[in-house]
């Protein structure tokens, strides 16, 4: 939890909650309001917003990451609209989405793509894999309770001393580790997957010193990829926008409300329900759509949710303290 920011969420939630726990209700006092996103309830009425806060938890230490130094780009080189995407066509892990299964993996998913993207952007496109968020779920939290909550900061850390290796989805057979935990199902649609909410949360893997990936070419000990340092950027849109265009997606850490889990498309902001966890997140472009300023985000909650597993939310208003503690990570090139 961001303790600077804890006030304001909790003087927030105590005036604006009305206790829902109930999907439909939420979706229709959403699209009751025509705002700039539209929801849908896609679950059964036995499924409830608070049965998802086993995929919820981030922890945080603000101070132990190196504050990143004002950008020299001037104002003016920002673009209005940028899309690492499209920015860095070959740099295929920025429009992957995972799956992080019933496990609050978000602060391993988010890192460990975030440096994937970098380190790809940083070789110019000449290393492409996705590397191993399950390496950093496992191996860096030295209480075992990665499937809870992590830390960003050990996870960096993690990076810059040890490396990480590759990895790939569940059963795909890519990389060194790819992740153990079985995709889960975060929208109410697709009933091959088992439900998020009302199974057990999975437990942490466990650590493991070699690759896990029989098929896999690359040797464990050589396989690993470091950075040269680990940054944070405070609540500064302009910087973060800098730091973007100059080296790729960053982390985030948001709040995550109930309504948020309905979230179909358009532009997320808080409208209603409770304050369930926090959530990190991959940060990867931004615009403005009908005069409303937006980021466009990675979740790792599969491509069946939101816009093909992407959201957009505001931009330049702090929204659910997403731009309150960026952090990421600059790799050895
Ligand atoms: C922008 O306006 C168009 C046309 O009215 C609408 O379809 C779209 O949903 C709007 N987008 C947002 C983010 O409000
Ligand atoms: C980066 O890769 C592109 C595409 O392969 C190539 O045209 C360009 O020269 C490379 N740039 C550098 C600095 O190596
Ligand atoms: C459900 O998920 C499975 C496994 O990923 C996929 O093959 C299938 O196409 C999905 N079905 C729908 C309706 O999205």
């Known amino acids: 939890m961001i303790l600077p920011l804890l006030c304001s969420v909790l003087c927030f939630v105590t005036i604006n909650s009305y206790q829902l726990d109930n999907f439909q209700l939420i979706a229709d006092i959403v699209n009751s309001k025509k705002t700039t996103w539209t929801a849908e309830n896609t679950f059964p009425s036995h499924i409830t917003p608070s049965g998802f806060k086993t995929l919820l938890g981030v922890k945080t230490a603000i101070g132990r990451l ?11 080189e920002v673009p209005l609209e940028f899309d690492s995407r499209k920015q860095w066509p070959r740099c295929v892990t920025i429009g992957h989405i995972q799956d992080q299964g019933n496990c609050a993996a978000g602060w391993a998913i988010a890192t460990a793509g975030a440096f994937s993207d970098r380190l790809c ?36 850390e993690f990076i810059q ?4 290796v590759s990895g790939g989805d569940y059963k795909s057979e890519r990389g060194c580790q790819p992740y153990e935990i079985e995709p ?25 010193r070699r690759c896990t990936n029989r098929n896999y070419e690359g ?5 690993h990829h470091k950075s040269v340092s680990s940054f944070s ?3 500064d849109a302009i910087e973060i926008q800098k730091e973007i265009v100059s080296r790729g997606p960053v982390e985030a ?9 309905t979230y179909k498309s358009g532009i997320y902001h808080y409208i209603t329900g409770e304050y369930l966890g926090d959530q990190a997140v991959r940060i990867i472009g931004w615009g403005t759509e009908n005069g409303t300023d937006f980021w466009i985000v990675a979740n790792s909650w599969n491509t069946e949710w939101g816009e093909a597993g992407f959201f957009r939310i505001k ?9 309150s503690y960026i952090s990421g990570g600059i790799p050895e090139v």
């Open 253 to 261: 850490i948001m709040y995550i409300f109930s309504d948020f889990f």
């Open 121 to 156: 952007i940083g070789r110019n496109g000449s290393y492409r894999a996705l590397l191993s968020s399950e390496q950093l779920l496992a191996c860096c939290d030295g209480f075992g309770q990665g499937c809870q909550s992590g830390s960003v900061e050990d996870a960096w």
């Open 233 to 235: 950027i405070f609540d």
């Open 161 to 164: 001393t040890h490396g990480i």
């Open 219 to 223: 040797r464990y000990n050589k396989d």
């Open 66 to 76: 190196q504050v990143m130094k004002k950008s020299p780009l001037a104002d003016s």
């Open 315 to 323: 931009r330049g208003i702090n929204a659910c303290g997403i731009e």
């Open 184 to 208: 889960c199902n975060h929208r109410g649609k697709n009933l091959t997957f088992p439900d998020c909410s009302t199974q057990p949360q999975r437990k942490t893997p466990r650590c493991i």
